[in-house]
């Protein structure tokens, strides 16, 4: 093509300026918040408020589902791309405020361009068409395999395995569910059922949850199950989902939650949450995990006749816990974790204490011994070592279960009972449904015991070694093991 000399310094300027707003766009990347120990994970820009998803499930828990999800938030800033926490599956369409958009994949995030660029302060609904692959290893999280169907086990960040999300605790929202499976299957999922309809040889079931809920603990259940309702403490509705073929043996367990929310009650107030109960899946996952409204459970921990009676109902008292200590109130960031196991361990071991005979301060100084050596394998309770490359689970090392409840001990040693007690229940109150930090918590329990009490959450929460248990000057923590991390 002959182009004339003014036209063509027209179109060298017109390239030229192409060029500049290309490179001032960067290319996509996983972005995350800055969370120390997990720096990929989250997205800046946007606020979460709820989420709606819908799966197929097609009867196979080894096909990927089919799924919509539907994401609406609020624009914290201009967006020119959105970033979302997803992998493990296809991505067919996504559209932002009702137009199609392009999209691509950096590391786990996938990257949206809209049509427009968000503008800050509105709002922002991002449909993404994709399916959610149960396939891979148990340990990664996500959808866990069962004997008969599927459950998710989405802690610490394997929610985007399953769904795209903004998949942070620190970004709470409320979660819609829609689930359509074969008519002989049994859905459960996190909140209230809203809806369960037949169209020849499916069912399509629905779920609200009531309260905000971090992506960690969205739970979804397929399977050939039972659901048993019975009452709880002040007409709580309380719904345990166990395998169809085990509701009468599973039974004298299941009869023991509504006695389990009643103790902690009395410890704390008020259950935070619409309904609870146990979900009982036959799968080898080597944890148990506190779903919101809804703990899942391995079936082995109640039909292995070596576990003693009053080991499994202290676990299942410390998931419980949990629905206080780390859903209701949630960490602002992963470093935050020791509030979540600290607690959970803490009444787990309260509990065996008051109701089977295992003293408190026996295990307590059982911790004190070992402290040390915890400390230098995964770090202080407040500044834990990062988890293992590859290994995410292995966050959840010693130092945040009973070297994290020691702290507490150490704090009710130095409080007094009293105070301890109107802390736990002052927690759970002033920040119930959000997100809190550690610095949150000392702050508080400043207030409440009525002096500062930062030097001592300094040493127990951040020194390397462990400091003198208040009114045990007797204890003593073993050295570090030679050649270990330190």
């Given at each position: 093509m002959l182009l004339t000399s003014r036209r063509l310094r027209a179109a060298l300027l017109a390239a030229a300026s192409a060029t500049l707003v290309a490179a001032a766009l960067p290319p996509p990347a996983p972005?995350?918040?800055?969370?120390?120990?997990?720096?990929?994970?989250?997205?800046?820009?946007?606020?979460?408020?709820?989420?709606?998803?819908?799966?197929?499930?097609?009867?196979?828990?080894?096909?990927?589902?089919?799924?919509?999800?539907?994401?609406?938030a609020w624009a914290t800033e201009r967006l020119d791309h959105i970033n979302l926490d997803f992998t493990h599956g296809t991505v067919r369409t996504v559209e932002v405020n009702g137009h199609p958009a392009t999209f691509t994949t950096a590391g786990e995030d996938l990257?949206?361009?809209?049509?427009?660029?968000?503008?800050?302060?509105?709002?922002?609904?991002?449909?993404?068409?994709?399916?959610?692959?149960?396939?891979?290893?148990?340990d990664a999280g996500g959808w866990v395999r069962t004997g008969d169907g599927l459950v998710m086990a989405n802690q610490a960040d394997a929610a985007h395995r399953?769904?795209?999300?903004?998949?942070?605790?620190?970004?709470?929202?409320?979660?819609?569910?829609?689930?359509?499976?074969?008519?002989?299957?049994?859905?459960?999922?996190?909140?209230v059922r809203t809806a369960k309809a037949g169209t020849g040889p499916t069912t399509t079931w629905g779920y609200r949850t009531k309260h905000p809920m971090a992506t960690e603990l969205a739970q979804v259940s397929i399977g050939r199950s039972a659901v048993?309702?019975?009452p709880g403490p002040g007409g709580l509705p309380v719904r345990d989902v166990v395998p169809a073929a085990d509701r009468v043996k599973l039974e004298p367990w299941l009869k023991k939650t509504p006695a389990h929310l009643e103790w902690l009650e009395q410890k704390v107030g008020r259950y935070p949450f619409e309904t609870y109960g146990v979900l009982i899946a036959d799968a080898a996952t080597g944890y148990e995990l506190e779903t919101q409204t809804l703990s899942l459970f391995e079936r082995r921990l109640f039909t292995n006749t070596d576990f003693p009676e009053w080991y499994v109902d202290s676990i299942m008292v410390h998931e419980l816990a949990h629905q206080w200590f780390g859903n209701s109130v949630s960490p602002r960031t992963w470093s935050d974790l020791w509030l979540n196991e600290g607690h959970a361990s803490w009444y787990e071991a309260l509990y065996a204490e008051e109701k089977a005979q295992k003293p408190l301060q026996t295990r307590m100084r059982d911790a004190y011994k070992r402290s040390d050596e915890w400390r230098a394998d995964g770090g202080p309770p407040a500044a834990p070592k990062s988890p293992a490359p590859g290994q995410k689970i292995s966050l959840f090392r010693p130092v945040?279960?009973?070297?994290?409840?020691?702290?507490?001990?150490?704090?009710?040693?130095t409080i007094g009972t009293e105070a301890f007690g109107r802390l736990e229940r002052a927690w759970v109150r002033e920040y119930r449904d959000g997100t809190a930090t550690t610095a949150d918590f000392t702050a508080l329990a400043s207030q409440i015991a009525g002096r500062d009490?930062?030097?001592?959450f300094k040493e127990w929460l951040y020194a390397q070694r462990t400091p003198a248990m208040p009114g045990h000057p007797d204890w003593r923590s073993a050295a570090p093991t030679a050649g270990r991390a330190g």
């Open positions: 972005l995350g918040i800055g969370d120390s120990l997990f720096p990929h994970l989250g997205n800046p820009g946007y606020d979460v408020l709820r989420y709606d998803i819908a799966f197929t499930y097609g009867g196979s828990n080894t096909k990927p589902l089919d799924a919509v999800t539907k994401i609406h990257v949206v361009e809209p049509d427009t660029s968000v503008r800050p302060g509105s709002p922002l609904t991002i449909t993404v068409t994709h399916t959610s692959d149960p396939s891979g290893p148990a399953v769904f795209p999300s903004n998949d942070h605790p620190a970004d709470k929202a409320y979660f819609t569910f829609r689930v359509t499976a074969p008519k002989e299957y049994t859905v459960v999922a996190n909140g048993v309702e019975r945040v279960y009973d070297g994290s409840a020691l702290v507490l001990y150490a704090l009710r040693q009490l930062s030097a001592f």
